[in-house]
């Protein structure tokens, strides 16, 4: 078993090649974009507000009437109205991730 010294000595040192230099440049700016801007079709704002007002007034209503109302049994008492208000609140948000 032989015992190396650390650091090595001078005369086993390797000899490491120096790094190629970078021939392209760093920074590539991006693409222009079109100078159309998007916006919303007109009736998107009106449907978005629709579906989250209807929503709205499905569970204040149902908390009112104590889901008594007139349709409102059809769903299966509470838990399925809440399900249908949640729902139009949510379809209602999605509509409002699409508006610009």
């Keep these: 078993m ?5 650091p090595p000595e001078p005369s086993e040192r390797q000899v ?6 970078r021939k392209t440049e ?3 700016p991006p693409p222009k974009r079109s100078p159309k ?3 919303s079709p007109p009736w998107l704002a009106p449907t978005m507000v ?3 007002l209807l929503g709205v007034l499905w569970l204040v209503l149902g ?7 007139p349709g409102m ?6 838990g399925g109205n809440l399900i ?9 948000l999605g509509f409002a991730t699409q508006w610009r």
């Design 2 to 6: 032989t015992s190396r010294a650390f």
């Design 16 to 21: 490491v090649p120096k790094s190629r230099i």
């Design 26 to 28: 760093v920074f590539t």
């Design 37 to 39: 801007k998007q916006t």
């Design 50 to 52: 629709g579906f989250m």
């Design 63 to 69: 908390y009112i009437t104590n889901y008594a109302f």
């Design 73 to 78: 049994s059809f769903l299966g008492g509470q």
């Design 84 to 92: 249908e208000g949640f729902a139009l609140l949510v379809i209602g």
